[in-house]
C-alpha cells in the first residue's frame, strides 16, 4: 500500500511517485480528474527570455523521444485514470497542439466523451521569437464524462450568471499566473488559481474528490480547498510538492485565503472607475490640483465607502456633457478622509457635508478616450463601476 507523503485532514493528500503507480494503487474513486500532463514541448519549442532566444527546457518529464511515445504515455495514466472515475464524473487535460491531440484521441478510444475543448485564451502571451508562425496565445483543455449516459455535474445556471446573463463561453481570457499567487515557491508550468477555480465551480460540488495526477505546485489543490472540495495529488517530484505543500498551509491561515478568494471574485480584465460628475468650474479646478472628491457620508452621516474602493485604478470627471477625461489614481485603492476646511486649503469650496472622500489622481496625463462609456449616475452623482477595459484607450 502506498503511503500519502503528505495528508492535510483528508482534506489534501499528496502522494509522490510515478503517475501510474501510484494510480494502481488507489483504490477509492474520484468525482473529478483534472490533468496537467506533460505537453512534451520541452526541446521542440524556441522561447525568449532575457532577450534571447532559447530551447524551451522544463525538465526532463517534458522531454520525449516520438510520437508513439506521447501516445503510449497518454493511453496508460488516462486508462488507470478511467478506473478510478467515478461513473457520472469528468475529467480535464490540458495541452497545446504537441499533445491535445494524442490525449484526445486515447480519450474516444478508451470510451470517454468529449463534452468542449475549453481554450484558454492568455491575455498576457509571450512573444513567439521564430517568425512564419502567429503568437502562440492560448492553451487547451478537453473535457470529457466517463460514461455519456451519465449525468455529470455541470452548474450552467451559475456559470451563466457569472458571465452577465450569457452563456458560458469555451473560450475563458484570463493572464498566466501572477506574482501573488507564486510567493511560496516557483514551478516552470504553474496554471492560474482562477483557471482551476473556474474549472472545479463548473463542475464540483462541496465535498467532492478532485484527482490531479499532475500535481506540481497543487493549483487543482489550491482550488479545491479554497471552494470546499477534497483534493488528492500525484507528482514525482519532492520538490514541487513541497511547493504545493507551503501553498496549502498558505490558506490555512484564514486572511490569507480570503485575500486570495477576492481575487478570485475579481475579473482581472476589468478596471475599477470612479465616476465624477462636477460643475464646470469645479471640473477644471480637479484636474488643476489633481484631487478629485466626493461627498463622505449618506443624508444620515455615515460614510460612503464601498468595498469596491480598494480596486479603484482610475477616475473619470466629466460635466455631465461632452467633457470627460480618465485619470489614473496615484495609488490604486488609495484614499482619504478630508474635512471641509482642509479642502478650502486646496482652493475648493465644498458645501453640503463636513467629510469628504479624496483621491489624488495624475492630472499631467489624460487617457484618451474613444467614447464615452455608458455610465449611470448614482444617487449621489456618483458610482464606482467596473468597466471592461476596452472601454478606453490607451490603459496600460
Ligand atoms: C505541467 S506540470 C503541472 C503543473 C501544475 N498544473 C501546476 O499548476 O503547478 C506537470 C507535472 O507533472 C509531473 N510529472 C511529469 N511526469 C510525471 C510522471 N510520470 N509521474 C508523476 N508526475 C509526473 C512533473 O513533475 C510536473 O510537476
Known amino acids: 500500500m502506498i503511503l500519502p507523503y503528505y495528508n492535510n485532514n483528508e482534506n489534501f493528500i499528496l502522494y509522490q511517485g510515478d503517475v501510474n503507480c501510484v494510480l494502481a494503487e488507489m483504490k477509492d474513486k474520484v468525482d473529478v480528474i483534472f490533468a496537467d500532463p506533460p505537453y512534451f514541448l520541452s526541446s521542440q519549442k524556441q522561447i525568449l527570455q532575457n532577450g534571447r532566444i532559447k530551447v524551451c527546457d522544463k525538465g526532463e518529464w517534458d522531454r520525449v523521444a516520438s510520437v508513439e511515445n506521447i501516445n503510449t504515455f497518454n493511453r496508460n495514466w488516462l486508462s488507470k485514470c478511467r478506473d478510478i472515475l467515478k461513473d457520472s464524473g469528468t475529467i480535464w487535460v490540458c495541452g497545446t497542439y504537441h499533445n491535445i491531440y494524442s490525449v484526445e484521441q486515447c480519450l474516444i478510444e478508451l470510451g470517454f466523451q468529449v463534452l468542449n475543448i475549453v481554450v484558454w485564451q492568455k491575455s498576457d502571451p509571450p512573444p513567439t521569437p521564430y517568425g512564419g508562425r502567429f503568437n502562440f496565445s492560448a492553451e487547451y483543455i478537453v473535457w470529457a464524462r466517463k460514461e455519456p449516459k451519465a449525468i455529470h455535474c455541470f452548474h450552467y445556471e451559475e456559470l451563466k450568471q457569472m458571465n452577465g446573463g450569457k452563456e458560458m463561453p469555451d473560450v475563458w481570457r ?78 490555512s491561515d484564514p486572511v490569507a485565503a480570503e485575500k486570495i478568494l477576492k481575487k478570485m471574485s475579481e475579473n482581472p480584465e476589468e478596471v475599477m472607475v470612479m465616476v465624477n460628475h462636477a460643475r464646470p468650474e469645479l471640473y477644471r ?50 484614499f482619504q478622509i478630508w474635512t471641509r476646511e482642509t479642502l478650502q486649503q486646496y482652493g475648493f469650496e465644498p458645501r453640503n457635508a463636513v467629510y469628504y472622500v479624496v483621491l489624488h489622481f495624475d492630472a499631467s496625463k489624460t487617457i484618451p478616450m474613444k467614447h464615452i462609456p455608458n455610465l449611470k449616475e448614482d444617487k449621489n452623482t456618483f458610482r464606482a463601476k467596473i468597466r471592461p477595459l476596452s472601454d478606453f484607450m490607451g490603459i496600460k
Open 174 to 251: 484570463f493572464p498566466s499566473s501572477g506574482a501573488w499567487e507564486r510567493t511560496c515557491g516557483k514551478h516552470p508550468t504553474q496554471k492560474p488559481l482562477r483557471l482551476l477555480y473556474r474549472v472545479l465551480q463548473a463542475c464540483t460540488e462541496r465535498g467532492y474528490v478532485v484527482l490531479d495526477p499532475f500535481a506540481g505546485s497543487c493549483t487543482t489543490g489550491i482550488a479545491a480547498n479554497l471552494l470546499g472540495r477534497r483534493f488528492i495529488g500525484i507528482d514525482q517530484s519532492k520538490e514541487y510538492l513541497d511547493y504545493g505543500v507551503r501553498r496549502r498551509q498558505e490558506i
Open 285 to 334: 479646478k480637479m484636474i488643476e490640483t489633481g484631487i478629485c472628491y466626493l461627498r463622505a457620508g449618506d443624508s444620515k452621516g455615515s460614510l460612503l465607502v464601498t468595498p469596491g474602493f480598494e480596486r479603484l485604478q482610475y477616475v473619470l470627471l466629466h460635466t455631465g456633457g461632452d467633457d470627460a477625461q480618465l485619470f489614473k489614481l496615484k495609488n490604486k485603492g488609495h
